[in-house]
Every structure is written in C-alpha cells, then in structure tokens.
C-alpha cells in the first residue's frame, strides 16, 4: 500500500525560505511574488536545497514504513531538482521508494490516485487537496493560512470533514501509533 507525500510545505519548510528571499504572504498559494520560473534557476534550486525538514516527519514517514506502507514523494519540484531532492531525502533520513519530480497538479493527482492508488496523501496545495478529496482514502493537509478554506470542487464542500489537518509531524506519529494498538504497546516497552 502507497503513501503519496509531497516535499515542500509538506515534509520540507520551504516557505520559511521563500519569506526570506521574497517577503512572500502566506495567505496566497501559489505566492505571486515568487518568480514564474524561479525554482528552475540555480537560486531557485539552492533555496530547495536549503529548505529545512520539518521536525518529526522523517520519523513519522519511518514509522509509517515500518508498518509496511510503501513511501512516494510526489512533488512539483522542476524535473531538474530530481536529483537533489533524493538527495535532500536521504540527507535528512526520510524513507523513499520513489521519488517523482516535475508533475503538475494533474499529474500529482493521476500518480496518487491511479498509479500509486494511495491510501493515504500528505499535501498542503488547497486546489489539489479539493480535488484528491474525492479519490483518496485519507487526505493528510498541512495547515497553513493559505489552505484553511477549501475551494469549491466536485464532492469538496461534503468531503471536507475527512480531510484530517495537522499543524506538526508529532500530531501524526501520535494518531499513527494511537491507531495501531501493537505500535502502541511495542513503544510503550521501550519507554520502560
């Protein structure tokens, strides 16, 4: 079974990097003051690679594998930021079977759902997020102010109730291990 999870505002805090560089408002998604193009230039690439994992997920997507779920990143990123988000991945020890760069939000959405057929998505892009609502199992958003409103899309306005928000990678690792009686018990042993 596949999880699909997106790589920046999901598991990589790229916004922090792009309020730095652009002074971006976090109320718009797509922000308007980043540059058509940007994150296919050099900067734009070494921002990516700059961007700091947030705390927990690795962990929580560790977790997730262990019980046996299969790990894709499924990302907007250019095509030409293959390579280095692997690399980033690695790097902060995040468990990966595949990695796919360079999708549009169809094409994010065809992986997730009909390639993959994902039991559960990690996402934080609103418009995706109201289209995947739908099709996936569990819709994981990381909150941010730019997605708190849904947009209006087919089955959203009656799906949005499933969509389960977390604000911290610690809110899933603890309803992952809640959910799972045995994970539960296993790490209980070990805190004695």
């Known amino acids: 079974m596949w999880i699909a999870v997106d790589v920046d505002n999901t598991v990589a805090n790229t916004n922090l990097e792009l ?8 109320k718009k998604y797509p922000a308007p003051e980043v540059p058509p ?3 296919c230039t050099e900067e734009g690439l070494r921002l990516l ?7 927990r997920a690795a962990e929580t997507l560790k977790t997730l594998a262990e019980l046996g ?25 995040f468990p990966a079977d595949q990695v796919l760069c360079g999708l549009d939000r169809q094409g994010k959405a065809e992986v997730a759902t009909k390639e993959l057929q994902a039991v559960a998505v990690f996402e934080d892009d609103p418009v995706l997020a109201a289209v995947l609502l739908a099709h996936v199992p569990a819709l994981w958003l990381k909150d941010w102010p730019y997605n708190r409103k849904l947009p209006a899309g087919k089955g959203a306005k009656w799906n949005a109730d499933r ?12 309803a992952v291990v809640t959910s799972n ?7 209980g042993k070990k805190g004695e």
């Open 19 to 26: 309020v730095r560089r652009f002074g971006v408002s976090l």
């Open 49 to 55: 690679q700059r961007a700091e994992p947030f705390p």
């Open 181 to 187: 009686p045995d994970l539960a018990a296993l790490i």
């Open 163 to 174: 969509v389960i928000r977390f604000r911290a990678w610690s809110e899933v690792l603890k």
């Open 69 to 93: 779920y299969r790990i894709a990143y499924v990302s907007s990123r250019p095509g030409d930021a293959l390579f280095l988000t692997v690399r980033w991945l690695q790097k902060h020890g």
């Open 37 to 39: 193009g940007f994150f």
